[in-house]
């Protein structure tokens, strides 16, 4: 069964400050993987998702991330932090074969600190 | 504009009753889902539909019920059943029911009983 684990549920970083989210994934087939941001009370956007192409997906407001298969990651980044980044991130997991539908991580909350 | 609207915003049930809530897209997707998403916990599947007439249980589906009579609509009904339905409520939807697909979500219905 799939799962995922984002480590830390929140994340407190200062303006223009490098922004990590982590990410680590349980999948017994290879994996396609994603990050949604969900601003509150509003429903979720995707940021970016993996699909076995470019291990290093490029997506919208200046995230990006990385599939590492070795460390079962697929880490956010985004170089400097803005106060409209602050919101919740969740990393999602879902399968080649077998369950199609998003396994999703608990969500870290990001900060950003003026 | 394409999208996906759900209905109401808030709802309020007294315990015993059942409530059911809208889920509408415009966006001509064959696949939609519902998701329940309590603090710390993420998001979790509660039914999803491949395709109009059919639809599937998810990982917590004890208490709800579901339909999907028309391709633009899936809504999500809340029984008496469901032992604690205070949650935010997320309806998504995705071009197919693929692996890669990516899911657009709606604004959600916060429940809450009395």
């Known amino acids: 069964a799939q799962s995922v684990t984002q480590l830390g549920s929140h994340v407190s970083v200062s303006e223009g400050a490098l922004v990590l989210l982590r990410c680590n994934y349980s999948s017994s087939v290879p994996p396609y993987l994603f990050w949604y941001v969900q601003y509150p009370n509003q429903g979720l956007q995707l940021l970016l998702k993996?699909?076995?192409?470019?291990?290093l997906v490029k997506g919208i407001n200046g995230f990006e991330a990385e599939f590492k298969k070795s460390e079962t990651s697929f880490h956010l980044t985004k170089p400097s932090a803005h106060m409209r980044d602050a919101a919740e991130y969740f990393c999602a997991v879902s399968e080649s074969m077998g369950r199609r539908a998003l396994t999703f991580g608990s969500g870290t909350r990001l900060q950003v600190q003026p | 504009d394409g999208g996906i609207t759900q209905s109401p915003k808030y709802l309020f049930r007294k315990e015993g009753q059942n409530v059911t809530l809208s889920c509408e897209q415009n966006?001509?997707?064959?696949?939609m889902y519902w998701y329940r998403q309590d603090p710390g916990q993420g998001l979790r599947l509660i039914y999803y539909s491949q395709i109009v007439n059919d639809f599937q249980k998810g990982d917590i589906a004890e208490g709800y019920s579901v339909s999907r009579e028309k391709k633009e609509s899936f809504p999500l009904t809340v029984t008496s059943a469901q032992k604690n339905p205070t949650a935010f409520y997320l309806c998504?939807?995705?071009?197919?029911?693929?692996?890669?697909?990516?899911?657009?979500f709606g604004p959600g219905t916060r429940l809450t009983v009395l």
């Open positions: 998504a939807s995705s071009i197919d029911y693929g692996s890669t697909d990516t899911q657009y």
């Open positions: 993996y699909t076995s192409a470019a291990t």
């Open positions: 966006l001509n997707h064959d696949a």
